[in-house]
């Protein structure tokens, strides 16, 4: 199997394949190598694309096992309680190989490093903070509270985003109609007069008279764009250039921005306060921004490495708003950085709720408008003609 590791070595940061069993084994030949490893996943390549997933409830999970270890259970009995009483393939698959290696003396950040497609690189860097201190329950609450508030902010998004999703596929399916089946059946009505149609509706005739002769050929092309658009959409690439027009937009660009700034604040603040040091801390949230963002964060943490304030290495590199550039200095003259870094995220989560709300109170109507001119131009063009032909009767 082959994996994607992100390391460090004296020139800066690098990412490099390695074919291994295992992730674990994968970390140990980097190191052998003289790199320090920040994360290990498997890699994404044609394949992953109808790879199966893991299905393991990692949320769920989590609490359970903080209510266990609340109870008074031990770390070991906890996982053997939760194993017990699992009826999932993949969940007991999982849980077995944690406890075996925990068995064979591993820590608990260890046995998890075992299954990345499980467990992530920030859950395992929290959990193997929380063993230094000996206290695990509170790492596991960070995360909970953590993964609850990005889940959140993603519902808002995708719930604003279905409404605008169903007016544009039934507004193109309407659109279809009429142009594959309706237009056909007036184009026999103005067979003899064609050329003396307008432009625009001999147009639409020719369209919709070809698509009626050749039905399966359109009905190909048009399944074909839409699994073209399905793959695009999942090659980093493509989305990648689709990120990078979307943020030159005007106003959306900018709101693009805060929404991935406010994501990085809330996980380097939680793996702060979970005693992660702020460097490998930056290096493991960095993966969560987007391209042009991520070069940003190497640059601030040169900077840091140089002497330089965590605050003031992220305002030069770009990373901040007015109110976070604030935030940051308070949180550093406090020493509550991981704490600050977390209210600062809530501060952006609500304003870009806000944002959602008012942008989706606003595109609902144009966008029925715009889907409205679309079908109300179609039928115009359709029944011109007619009125044209009254016109020449009076």
């Not at 999982?94 to 290696?101: D, H, I, K, S, T």
């Not at 940051?328 to 806000?354: C, I, P, W, Y």
């Amino acid at each position: 199997m082959i994996f994607q590791v992100r390391a460090l070595n004296a020139a800066g940061r690098v990412s490099l394949r390695m074919e291994a069993a295992t992730a674990a084994e994968a970390a140990v030949m980097a190191r052998g190598e003289g790199l320090t490893v920040l994360a290990v996943r498997p890699h994404r390549g044609v394949g992953s694309l109808f790879a199966r997933r893991s299905h393991f409830p990692l949320l769920l999970f989590t609490r359970e096992l903080l209510a266990l270890l609340g109870s008074g259970l031990a770390l070991l009995e906890a996982l053997q309680t939760l194993l017990e009483k699992e009826t999932r393939g993949e969940s007991r698959r999982v849980l077995v190989g944690v406890l075996e290696r925990l068995n064979q003396g591993e820590s608990f950040s260890c046995a998890l490093g075992h299954f990345p497609e499980v467990f992530p690189a920030l859950y395992a860097a929290g959990v193997r903070a929380a063993e230094r201190s000996g206290d695990l329950a509170p790492a596991l609450s960070r995360y909970v509270a953590w993964q609850e508030r990005v889940d959140n902010v993603r519902r808002s998004v995708v719930s604003a985003s279905i409404y605008p999703l169903l007016l544009i596929c039934l507004g193109g399916l309407v659109a279809l109609f009429l142009i594959g089946f309706v237009t056909p059946r007036f184009a026999t009505i103005y067979a003899d007069n064609l050329t003396r149609l307008p432009w625009a509706s001999r147009v639409l005739m020719g369209t919709g008279v070809w698509i009626d002769a050749h039905s399966a050929a359109a009905g190909l092309g048009f399944l074909s764009t839409l699994a073209l658009l399905g793959w695009g959409s999942s090659r980093p690439g493509v989305r990648a250039a689709l990120a990078r027009l979307a943020w030159r937009l005007p106003g959306l660009g900018e709101r693009l921005r805060v929404f991935q700034l406010t994501r990085f604040y809330r996980t380097v603040g939680m793996l702060l306060a979970g005693g992660t040091p702020i460097l490998p801390a930056l290096e493991m949230s960095s993966g969560l921004l987007a391209v042009e963002l991520r070069s940003r964060v190497a640059v601030a943490a040169g900077q840091i490495r140089a002497g330089l304030a965590l605050s003031e290495a992220m305002r030069l590199a770009g990373l901040t708003t007015p109110v976070a550039a604030r935030l940051l200095l308070v949180g550093e003259k406090s020493g509550q950085m991981g704490e600050m870094m977390e209210n600062l995220a809530s501060f952006h989560d609500d304003e870009t709720s806000r944002f959602v709300e008012r942008f989706t109170r606003l595109f609902e109507p144009l966008l029925m408008a715009v889907i409205g001119l679309l079908v109300g131009g179609i039928v115009v063009l359709l029944y011109l003609p007619i009125f044209e032909l009254a016109g020449s009767l009076e």
